[in-house]
DNA sequence: CGTATTTGACCTGCGC
DNA sequence: GCGCAGGTCAAATACG
């Protein structure tokens, strides 16, 4: 595993999510939890993890420094490895996935593209020298950025947060495009892409940029699992993306309302109430999580 | 009417 | 220097 890798999980959307699948990732996969993790840094829980590394994957946990680390240091390099043994139903890890797709395509240049943005375009075109160098010094304060990639129909799938589209591009080589999503909190610089794989387009490849430095909005289309569990600290980014949460919480009676996107199936995955799943479940998100809201 | 999305233009870096 | 591709902006448009 390259130093490069990022989390990137694959798992069947929105009805045929799997916790069996989900619990029985690849080796390539658990050996990149150690370095990397979401991008929520703010809202993660290291025991649960764990505990979850422990019993599912016989882990060793990682330290709380790793875990509380910006998951992507590593992404201050070019990632050149390519996305490989990309499956459906399993997960793969990688470089950021749109450097899969495109490898090469966000190596420093992007990066640098968007300081300068964010400075100001007038600002820019008057003192182009002087930033280069500047940008050269802030080149490694990249902000942290993790891919995952979904089985999804729809393309921008709810993780809790508000984004608002900014753009979208064409892809090379690709006849899907990818958009640029921002958060639309206040001072909160998150951005997140989302493109289709070029390999199985049934796969959404979401890449997000940046932590968020709020609580998740409670608020959004209702009451979400995916809040409740952003806003309760529950959420472990390495081991669980917004999505997995979501639909696991769904599994578990949560979440119903809002996610209209969500075709949850509960039925088909009641089994996990009995199964070890919850059990594993249960150690991730605590035990007042799993109580019906009223 | 406020907010979100669309979309063409623009900017930047890189390779040739 | 030029063309290409990625990323962003912002006016126009759509929507609730």
Known sequence: MSNETKDLYNYQYPSSFSLYEMMNLPSSAQSSYGNNGFDHGLHSSPGAYDSLLQKTFGLSPPSSEVFNSSIDHESNRCATNDVTGETPTRVSTSSSSSEADHPGEDCGKSQRKR?????????????????????????????????????????????????????????????????????????????????????????????????????????????????????????????????????????????????????????????????SEYELLKDIFPSNFFKQEP
């Not at 075109?125 to 280069?132: C, E, G, I």
């Not at 640029?180 to 959404?204: A, F, G, H, I, M």
């Open 115 to 275: 300081e300068l943005a964010e400075d100001g375009r007038e600002e820019n075109r008057s003192s182009k020298t002087v930033n280069k160098t500047k940008k050269k010094e802030e080149k490694k304060e990249r902000e942290p950025r993790v891919s995952f990639m979904t089985k999804s129909e729809v393309d921008h799938l709810e993780d809790g947060y508000r984004w608002r589209k900014y753009g979208q591009k064409a892809v090379k080589n690709s006849p899907y495009p990818r958009s640029y999503y921002r958060c639309t909190t206040q001072k909160c610089n998150v951005k997140k892409r989302v493109e289709r794989s070029l390999q199985d387009p049934t796969v959404v490849i979401t890449t997000y940029e940046g932590q968020h430095n709020h609580p998740i909005p409670t608020n959004l289309r209702g009451s979400s699992a995916a809040a409740a569990m952003y806003s309760a600290n529950f959420m472990n980014p390495r081991s669980l993306t917004h999505d997995m949460f979501r639909t696991a919480a769904l599994d578990y009676g949560y979440g119903q309302s809002g996610y209209g996107n969500v075709n949850a199936n509960p039925s088909s995955h009641q089994e996990y109430r009995q199964g």
